[in-house]
């Protein structure tokens, strides 16, 4: 597996992370926890350094789940997870970044991923109540307490992540980015470079959309998060088809799969950007690691980027209430 470094902040991880998300929420049929643990252990096996979870993946069970699969290894990888909700009663309930929520946070997380420090500590969503300043001073007061190595932020606009980096050096922005979620690339990738910031993309593969196994067709389970989606209603889906088709006709040409070329596009975009595909599948696991070793030539990039430029992506990536916590 290769390394990449997290911008200018000397973090090293795999190339290729591991989103562990889906392994309790939100993708239905969830796995049995008890076979996501040898699962995860595989990926370390395989060259896999970089986890990432959140206390609100549950909430708290994704955490559990990941703190017992990578106990007995854990001086070799590189955790990350989030703080930024307040629950009541075990569920969440709305956006909370206060202080004394985040050191609470931080606590319950310590505890659930059995470790005594945090590798990479995000805001999962800027909170409009609390200035960012405060936000990152709560942070850089628990790197100072040994709790947390890195501060990063998620799905944060430009104006924010410049504000918190002036407080504590920001490692890295955690937001969606893939072929066909391309919003960070007029406004943030410039800035992330400009400041020495990573970049970790999630949902590389479109919640699924861009392995080429969905179409308009597809049913999904009552519970499944992809319900809510707009770019998931059937006819965007059916109009979305022509973006797959583009990777699949790569994806021929290079030996590979959708998925991987896919995967390939991003690792060629950045030397800092490290994406987190996640799965519940070992094979799927295996795939995603063999993009690492797919090289796109400048020309194989312009072909897609020609291509790609023709097709216009149908439906917004979260319904309205959602979009309005992104790119604050």
Sequence with gaps: MKTRSLGKSGLQVSALGLGCM???????????PRDMVPMIRTAVDRGVTFFDTAEVYGPYTNEELVGEALAPVRDRVVIATKFGFRFEDGKNVGIDSSPARIRAAVDGSLRRLRTDVIDLLYQHRVDLEVPIEDVAGTVKELIAEGKVKHFG????????????????????????????????????????????????????????????TIDQNTAFESTDFRNI??????????????????????????????????????????????PIPGTTKLHRLEENIGAVDIELTA??????????????????????????????
């Excluded at 993708?27 to 049995?32: G, S």
């Excluded at 937001?175 to 990738?189: G, K, M, V």
């Excluded at 797959?244 to 006709?249: F, P």
């Design 22 to 32: 889906g392994m309790s929420q939100s993708f239905p049929p969830l796995p049995d």
């Design 153 to 212: 932020l998620s799905e944060a606009g430009a104006k924010t992540i410049r504000r918190a980096h002036a407080v504590q050096p920001v490692t890295a922005l955690q937001s969606e980015y893939s072929l066909w979620t391309r919003d960070p690339e007029p406004e943030i990738l410039p800035t992330l470079e400009e400041l020495g910031i990573g970049f970790v993309p999630f949902s590389p593969l479109g919640k699924g959309f861009l392995t080429g």
């Design 229 to 274: 989606l707009p770019r998931f209603t059937p006819e965007a889906r059916e109009a979305n088809q022509a973006l797959v088709d583009l990777l699949g006709r790569i994806a021929g040409e290079k030996g590979a799969t959708t998925a991987q070329i896919a995967l390939a596009w991003l690792l060629a975009q950045k030397p800092w950007m490290v």
């Design 299 to 328: 020309g194989d990039l312009r072909a897609i980027e020609d291509a790609a430029s023709k097709i216009t992506v149908h439906g917004a990536r979260y319904p309205d209430a959602l979009m309005k916590t992104v790119g604050r």
